[in-house]
């Protein structure tokens, strides 16, 4: 197994036994899904940039079996449209206090923190990094973030930041061979 485009905080050792539990991944949207960037146009139109090898990290965990999950701080319909094609149902909009959505989405799926992953990039995702059992910032994330997290994204967010963790958590579970092998054939 081999992680070498994640800088770990934790041993290699000490995240991939963590990842193998893993049964949730939740993100967070802007500078994870995306590099940050809102763009606004003058007809009050919001738009934002996804990196296609993130989308399909995602739609291989759903069908590893591992939920997916969304709590993001601003409300947007790009990130409802988003999620609806990855087939997230669990997208938890307009979050101040992200650690509400996390105790429900938690919840729902009768899971203990050391089964949860969480990718943030701010300060704002703190109490989430804080609390998961396996937490990530992505490459560009203020050194304060990246020094709470278990290891940080060589990718900066909207450029497969995500990804790389998708690539980790299905290896570490063993399930790797078995996502690249439903493409070969």
Same mark, same amino acid.
């Given at each position: 197994? !081999?992680?070498?485009?994640?800088?770990?905080?934790? %041993?290699?050792?000490?995240? %991939?036994?963590? #990842?193998?539990?893993?049964?949730?991944? *939740?993100?967070?949207?802007?500078?994870?899904?995306?590099?940050?960037?809102? *763009?606004?146009? @003058?007809?009050? @139109?919001?738009?934002? #940039?996804?990196?296609?090898?993130?989308?399909?990290?995602?739609?291989?965990?759903?069908?590893?079996?591992? !939920?997916?999950?969304?709590? %993001?701080?601003?409300?947007? &319909?790009?990130?409802?449209?988003?999620?609806?094609?990855?087939?997230?149902?669990?997208?938890?909009?307009?979050?101040?206090?992200?650690?509400? $959505?996390?105790?429900? *989405?938690?919840?729902?799926?009768?899971?203990?923190?050391?089964?949860? $992953?969480?990718?943030?990039?701010?300060?704002?995702?703190?109490?989430?990094?804080?609390?998961?059992?396996?937490?990530?910032?992505? #490459?560009?994330?203020?050194?304060?973030? &990246?020094?709470?997290?278990?290891?940080? %994204?060589?990718?900066?967010?909207?450029?497969? $930041?995500?990804?790389?963790?998708?690539?980790?958590?299905?290896? #570490?579970?063993?399930?790797?061979?078995?996502?690249?092998?439903?493409?070969?054939?």
């Amino acid at each position: 197994l !081999h992680h070498e485009k994640i800088n770990m905080k934790k %041993t290699k050792r000490q995240i %991939t036994e963590t #990842a193998k539990n893993i049964k949730l991944l *939740i993100l967070d949207v802007d500078g994870v899904l995306t590099d940050g960037s809102i *763009i606004l146009d @003058n007809k009050g @139109n919001e738009f934002k #940039a996804f990196h296609v090898r993130d989308g399909h990290g995602i739609k291989m965990l759903i069908r590893a079996g591992i !939920h997916v999950a969304i709590i %993001t701080g601003r409300r947007s &319909k790009v990130v409802e449209r988003r999620a609806k094609e990855l087939g997230i149902a669990e997208v938890y909009q307009k979050c101040y206090n992200k650690i509400e $959505a996390y105790n429900r *989405i938690k919840s729902k799926f009768s899971l203990r923190d050391n089964e949860i $992953a969480y990718i943030g990039d701010d300060i704002v995702d703190l109490p989430l990094l804080k609390r998961v059992g396996l937490s990530f910032a992505v #490459a560009d994330s203020p050194d304060e973030v &990246k020094s709470l997290t278990s290891a940080v %994204t060589k990718n900066r967010g909207g450029r497969a $930041a995500a990804r790389e963790v998708t690539d980790l958590i299905l290896k #570490a579970k063993g399930l790797w061979n078995k996502v690249i092998d439903g493409y070969l054939k």
